[in-house]
Nanobody
């Protein structure tokens, strides 16, 4: 089992920044690809970014490229999502998740955090 706890969400004005953190406990953190997903009201959950086990490979959905950065600190069992130039359409509940393989498919992620709300005002 892997337990994931997100933090860092909040209310920010458009153009602002937030950094989300996801602390992992349980089995070896380095065994897992980590992903950030989000779900906006009335929409399906979508992947935002993913990072491989050693941090060498990353993925970003098109809408966040150049604005968001995913990173991980394997010594601290933590994955981060730095979000800059935030837009109202980034408003969503953000979830971190862990997968045994490198994937962007939601169904392949085995463990999920409880989510943290990000609200961007215009």
């Amino acid at each position: 089992q892997v337990q994931l706890v997100e933090s860092g969400g909040g209310l920010v004005q458009a153009g602002g920044s937030l950094r989300l953190s996801c602390a992992a406990s349980g089995r070896t953190f380095t065994s897992y690809t980590m992903g950030w997903f989000r779900q906006a009201p009335g929409k399906e959950r979508e992947i935002v970014a993913a990072i491989s086990r050693n941090g060498g490979t990353t993925y970003y959905t098109n809408s966040v490229k150049g604005r968001f950065t995913i990173s991980r600190d394997n010594a601290q069992n933590t994955v981060y999502l730095q979000m800059n130039s935030l837009k109202p359409e980034d408003t969503a509940v953000y979830y971190c998740a862990a997968s045994r393989g490198y994937t962007v498919l939601e169904r392949a992620y085995d463990y999920w955090g409880q989510g943290t709300q990000v609200t961007v005002s215009s």
